[in-house]
């Protein structure tokens, strides 16, 4: 928080809390003011694609892969960019219609 100073006599305001709100008090001549609350950026981005496609179908579900968890066989291969050593070539995929991600590799 920044420090903050009374408009009337210059004394550094004290952060004083009154029920559950915090503001700045100057002791020295009760000037109250309100801490700036000003950066609200708790606003919640809520990105609604609208495709048209239905929920449970996922187009970019084109890998054969049998869910373990609900047997459908499309899943969605998830690009991790990560590979754990030069052999293993692990990789996520996401059952199409469920959503169960689990990591697929090659057998050995
Ligand atoms: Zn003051
Ligand atoms: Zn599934």
């Known amino acids: 928080m920044t420090l903050k100073f009374c408009q009337k006599c210059k004394t550094l305001l004290s952060p004083q809390k009154k029920n559950g709100e915090v503001f700045l008090k100057c002791s020295k001549c009760g000037f109250e003011s309100n801490t ?9 981005k809520k990105e609604k694609v609208g495709k048209g496609i239905s929920k449970d179908e996922n187009i970019f579900a084109t890998y054969e892969h049998k869910c373990s968890k609900c047997g459908y066989d499309k899943a969605q291969v998830l690009d991790l960019g990560i590979s754990y050593s030069d052999e293993d070539n692990l990789f996520l995929v996401k ?3 469920c959503g169960f991600s689990e990591r697929v590799g090659k057998d050995s």
Request: glycine share 8%; with cysteine.
């Open 95 to 97: 059952c199409g219609k």
């Open 36 to 44: 700036d609350l000003t950066s609200r950026e708790n606003i919640p």
